[in-house]
């Protein structure tokens, strides 16, 4: 079995159907680790592909927050006023959805969150080799796939010790040994490689492997402007950052 695990869309359809056209040559199954809304311009578009195509979904920041779960408070000037924007566009059903997605799932030995899986509902970012290391205690399975900070990222704990691994790259899973794996943004990169990202989890070999796609960033960028939505949002899907 082969999984598509994608993560962090952010209402970036022209991402969102670039990964999902890689992934076919690879994968029928998706896995999403939530934010399908929030920042983009195709917050309906990107609700109703991954309802259709994912086989298991849990709810990101952004999803909640758009559901009236999280308060607008608690995000950036920027982030705020494009959630306010997507509340608009998106009807009572939409939001009913994105509001009635669970914080965590299981697929396999494998448990799927969007940001920690220690106390999910607070939203802290795994980032540094202390912050993954620190989130073992908290699940019980081999694998745990999360997204939220954007950047792909490795942790693994075992007899030979901790390690810690950032950017693009393969992970093998080495017998007696508990992974972490950040497999990036879909629809807003911020490690300064403005393709797309997701992860290519192939069971049988026992590999993760993030991908990088190229999309049409620049489509993306005028409908953002379009929207008037502000301009930092389509500016740093050029820069990746």
Same mark, same amino acid.
């Given at each position: 079995?082969?999984?598509?695990?994608?993560?962090?869309?952010?209402?970036?359809?022209?991402?969102?159907?670039?990964?999902?056209?890689?992934?076919?040559?690879?994968?029928?199954?998706?896995?999403?680790?939530?934010?399908?809304?929030?920042?983009?311009?195709?917050?309906?578009?990107?609700?109703?592909?991954?309802?259709?195509?994912?086989?298991?979904?849990? $709810?990101?920041?952004?999803?909640?927050?758009?559901?009236?779960?999280?308060?607008?408070?608690?995000?950036?000037? !920027?982030?705020?006023? &494009?959630?306010?924007?997507?509340?608009?566009?998106?009807?009572?059903?939409?939001?009913?959805?994105?509001?009635?997605?669970?914080?965590?799932?299981?697929?396999?030995?494998?448990?799927?969150?969007?940001?920690?899986?220690?106390?999910?509902?607070?939203?802290?970012?795994?980032?540094?080799?202390?912050?993954?290391?620190?989130?073992?205690?908290?699940?019980?399975?081999?694998?745990?796939?999360?997204?939220?900070?954007?950047?792909?990222?490795?942790?693994?704990?075992? !007899?030979?010790?901790?390690?810690?691994?950032?950017?693009?790259?393969?992970?093998?899973? &080495?017998?007696?040994?508990?992974?972490?794996?950040?497999?990036?943004?879909?629809g807003q990169p911020r490690d300064?490689?403005?393709? $797309?990202?997701?992860?290519?989890?192939?069971?049988?070999?026992?590999?993760?492997? #993030?991908?990088?796609? $190229?999309?049409?960033?620049?489509?993306?960028?005028?409908? #953002?402007?379009?929207?008037?939505?502000?301009?930092?949002?389509?500016?740093?899907?050029?820069?990746?950052?």
């Open positions: 079995m082969r999984y598509a695990v994608i993560s962090d869309i952010h209402g970036n359809f022209e991402a969102l159907d670039a990964v999902l056209g890689d992934a076919a040559a690879c994968t029928d199954v998706v896995l999403c680790l939530g934010d399908i809304v929030g920042y983009g311009a195709d917050p309906v578009a990107c609700v109703e592909r991954i309802a259709e195509r994912a086989q298991a979904i849990t $709810a990101g920041n952004h999803d909640h927050a758009v559901a009236g779960r999280l308060d607008l408070d608690w995000f950036n000037t !920027s982030a705020r006023a &494009a959630l306010v924007w997507t509340r608009g566009h998106l009807d009572a059903d939409h939001r009913a959805y994105l509001g009635a997605l669970p914080l965590v799932a299981e697929v396999g030995d494998a448990i799927l969150v969007h940001a920690s899986p220690d106390h999910p509902e607070e939203w802290d970012y795994l980032v540094s080799a202390e912050d993954g290391f620190a989130a073992f205690a908290a699940f019980s399975t081999r694998l745990c796939l999360v997204g939220h900070s954007h950047l792909p990222a490795a942790w693994s704990v075992g !007899s030979s010790g901790p390690e810690f691994r950032a950017g693009t790259f393969e992970v093998e899973f &080495a017998a007696g040994r508990r992974y972490i794996v950040n497999v990036g943004s879909v300064r490689d403005p393709r $797309a990202a997701y992860g290519l989890w192939d069971v049988e070999r026992g590999t993760l492997t #993030i991908r990088r796609v $190229a999309y049409d960033v620049e489509r993306a960028r005028r409908k #953002i402007l379009a929207a008037g939505l502000p301009r930092v949002l389509a500016d740093r899907l050029a820069w990746g950052s």
